[in-house]
């Protein structure tokens, strides 16, 4: 007899408390490792859709402004100087740092201001449908977003007398409209001063387009804003459009209260220098700034403004769960010098308070179950104890001491834990899989099988077990030989 073959046997002859102990601390440490998995591929996805509802970091160049007052009149904020920033480059060094895989999106922006005279029947609202027909639309409308399906064309404008809000084309003593260029709106466009990129997104409206009820005469003043597309959609996932989203260059999408002025939609056309663009699509009302302004690709507003390679602002969507916000900021701040880099720190924290809040309630019910699960070891060792009185006192009879004493219980409870430490790593691998397939989470990417994290694990837990048994053990070898064979 050894300090090895004793625990082993009395396992073996207590088969039935061995199997249960075994399977609860089994059960405790699978659980364990599911929660977490699943709890960071959920923490993972959730903070990837959350940053298609906005930027949190925005790069733009340095702006110099001065305070005009004179004689109790006062002019404000006087921008002197909007500086520039050449985009390829900036690009670039965003691109360099070396947290650039925190960095989900990095939609560049190029703003200009310009005027478009709208026509009479440009556009005319869709037709009134029933839920049924208008869920159908939304639906459809979805699924061209992404390139699945074609919407319906936009209808020409209703005949005078179907369509109240559409003017006779041709009214005694009126010009037709034909004599302003085809049918286009005349835009001219110039360079604008960057504004503040924030959105706020409020939530989607239906969709409830009607033009003015009588064209505008004077060219009405908009804002065109040129993007990259692939960028701009990953970092605004919330859009909805009517119509469908660019497809090439030089097409057009219109903010809701855009188009609501101008009374063109998807089919019109607008003219940006002296090139004709196609409008595409409508956006839903967003509650945003996004609402009023025209978009479009950012190389078509370079070259109608004589700005090439040049962007008015950049906005960074950046995973906050791997590191501090304060750590990417600095890193893009030393590799692009002389550029305003700041984090907006109200769109952080809301983040980070989200993904948090998961990941610590995972490890809540993760210490509660590992409470639990040393509980049982602690009654079940303890109660082996008072049933081993006899074995006790035989085997200090025979020369054992306290030490050896104390050694074969703590040696039966890290065999356990090494049993159940294993078993329950590769157990809660598995079933973690089978939960995010099960849900969709993450794309059915389950985390891979980790050698490193089962040996942490089967650690972990033999040592956790072993300090369970810590007071038991010392308890038994408490037992006095004599009292031990009186008990015989």
């Known amino acids: 007899m050894n300090l090895l073959t004793i625990p082993v046997r009395c396992l073996r002859t207590r088969w039935l408390r061995t199997l249960t102990l075994f399977a609860v601390f089994t059960l405790g440490v699978s659980s364990i490792v599911a929660l977490h998995e699943v709890s960071k591929v959920v923490g993972d996805s959730f903070e990837r859709k959350l940053t298609s509802f ?76 029933t839920d049924a027909h208008a869920a159908m639309g939304h639906t459809n409308m979805a699924q061209a977003a992404d390139g699945h399906a074609s919407p319906e064309e936009p209808r020409p404008a209703s005949p005078p007398d179907s369509h109240p809000n559409t003017p006779h084309p041709a009214q005694p003593g009126s010009q037709p409209e034909a004599q302003h260029g085809a049918g286009h709106p005349r835009t001219g466009i110039r360079d604008a001063a960057p504004m503040d990129a924030r959105t706020h997104a409020q939530g989607t409206q239906p969709l409830a387009y009607a033009p003015e009820e009588s064209p505008h005469e004077a060219p009405v003043p908009i804002a065109v804003v040129g993007v990259d597309w692939v960028q701009e959609r990953a970092l605004k996932g919330f859009w909805n459009v009517f119509g469908r989203f660019p497809h090439g260059p030089g097409e057009v999408v219109l903010g809701h209260a855009a188009a609501m ?53 950049i906005e960074v969507a950046a995973l906050c769960s791997g590191c501090p916000i304060d750590d990417i900021v600095a890193q893009l701040a030393q590799a692009a010098p002389g550029l305003d880099i700041r984090a907006l720190r109200h769109v952080v924290e809301q983040r980070m308070y989200s993904v948090r809040f998961a990941q610590d309630l995972a490890l809540t019910v993760s210490v509660v179950i590992l409470l639990t699960a040393c509980s049982m070891v602690v009654m079940s ?81 033999a040592l956790l077990s072993t300090l369970a048994a810590a007071f038991p053990a010392w308890k038994a070898s408490r037992v006095e030989p004599a009292e031990a064979l009186v008990a015989l």
């Open 381 to 461: 060792m303890l109660s082996s104890v008072n049933e081993r009185k006899r074995e006790i006192g035989i085997l200090r009879s025979v020369g054992f001491s306290r030490a050896h004493v104390f050694a074969v219980f703590a040696v039966e409870a890290l065999m356990v834990g090494v049993a159940s430490g294993a078993v329950g790593y590769a157990s809660g691998h598995v079933l973690a899989g089978r939960i995010i397939d099960a849900l969709h989470l993450g794309d059915g990417a389950a985390p891979p099988f980790d050698p490193v994290w089962l040996v942490l694990t089967t650690a972990g837990i």
């Open 54 to 129: 906005g930027a949190n970091i925005l790069v733009a160049p340095h702006r110099e402004t001065l305070n005009v007052s004179y004689g109790g009149f006062s002019l404000g904020d006087v921008l002197l100087d909007t500086g520039r920033m050449p985009l390829t480059g900036t690009l670039e060094r965003i691109g360099s740092i070396p947290l650039k895989a925190n960095l989900a999106a990095v939609a560049p922006k190029l703003l200009a201001t310009g005027r478009a005279t709208p026509l009479v029947g440009g556009w005319a609202p869709p037709a009134p449908a």
């Open 261 to 313: 002025r101008l009374g063109i939609g998807p089919g019109g056309t607008i003219r940006l220098g002296e090139r004709e663009l196609p409008v595409t699509g409508v956006l839903d009302a967003t509650g945003s700034d996004d609402d009023g302004v025209a978009f479009t690709d950012i190389a078509t507003v370079q070259q109608a403004t004589a700005r090439h390679d040049q962007a008015s602002f």
